[in-house]
């Protein structure tokens, strides 16, 4: 078959046109065996009745294809979200405060389980608008300076790990949670605005019909993300290194978050026990 898309590496428009050329072959082919079985000519209410039929019932060498054809759309969406994890290292950094609550890669989410990944573009956006993009490109270039000079130090030995175990990467995600807190006072009405954002920015699901973002995954997000400071903030130590990086009004700031935030979670739990 020509116009095989085995080895296609590339993403978006190109993928679909190797796809689509793909499956135009497929018909091609069942057309020509089809008019050979007919002496080698098909007038052209013949060809349409063929092609409908194809349409209507493809077969199954046809639906191997388009199920091959899913799966690399798929990788190809892989692939486009770790060419942008190299050029945007703030964006990895973030996302590993929470990483622990998705699927392992491949696997989609499983509803109160799991936090899927299709939540990223969204999440990333949700970050932009609350830092705007003077602060969210100082941040990426920080976090790019924190890569040159891992990479530097570690050569060969480089890897995420790396970059995730150095207190630089944490530093800069505390900085960013700390900044965009004083948004969340209002709970309620920030919960709403972050799944708007996030459920819109969701790529095809893939396997995760059934998964969705919701109240509780909202909590599950924000919980993940607070967690390492909100666990300092509950013993002497922690707090005093939070009180002198960030000051008193801060850390004020981030306990009524917290409070906040642990108010809003019995408010949607009630309200999913009554049915709301």
Excluded at 2 to 21: P, R
Excluded at 177 to 196: G, N, P, Q
Aim: charged share 30%.
């Amino acid at each position: 078959m020509s116009g095989d898309i085995s080895d296609e590496k590339d993403f978006g428009t190109q993928k679909i046109w190797s796809i689509v050329n793909g499956a135009t072959d497929l018909a091609l082919s069942s057309l020509r065996e089809k008019a050979l079985l007919t002496g080698g000519r098909l007038n052209f209410n013949q060809v349409l009745e063929h092609f409908q039929e194809f349409q209507a019932s493809p077969g199954e060498q046809i639906l191997e294809y388009y199920h091959q054809s899913w799966e690399e759309c798929g990788q190809a969406v892989e692939n486009a979200r770790f060419e942008r994890e190299r050029k945007y290292p703030f964006e990895r950094i973030v996302v590993n405060s929470f990483v622990h609550l998705m699927p392992p890669r491949g696997q989609p989410a499983e509803p109160g389980k799991h936090l899927s990944r299709r939540i990223i573009p969204g999440f990333i956006m949700v970050l932009q608008q609350l830092l705007g993009p003077e602060f969210y490109e100082e941040y990426e270039d920080a976090c790019r300076d924190l890569i040159r000079r891992l990479r530097a130090t570690y050569g060969d030995g480089f890897s995420w790990d790396v970059v995730y175990n150095d207190s630089t990467g944490e530093t800069i995600v505390h900085d960013v949670l700390v900044y965009v807190s004083r948004y969340f006072m209002d709970m309620e009405k920030r919960r709403h605005w972050a799944i708007e954002i996030i459920e819109g920015a969701m790529p095809p699901p893939m396997g995760e019909e059934d998964w969705e973002f919701g109240d509780r995954e909202f909590h599950k997000l924000m919980t993940a993300l607070y967690k390492p400071m909100r666990d300092a903030l509950d013993t002497k130590e922690g707090a005093a290194e939070l009180l002198k990086r960030y000051g008193k009004d801060s850390c004020t700031m981030l306990r009524d978050m917290f409070e906040v935030l642990d108010v809003d979670f019995v408010q949607v739990i009630s309200a999913e026990n009554n049915g709301e």
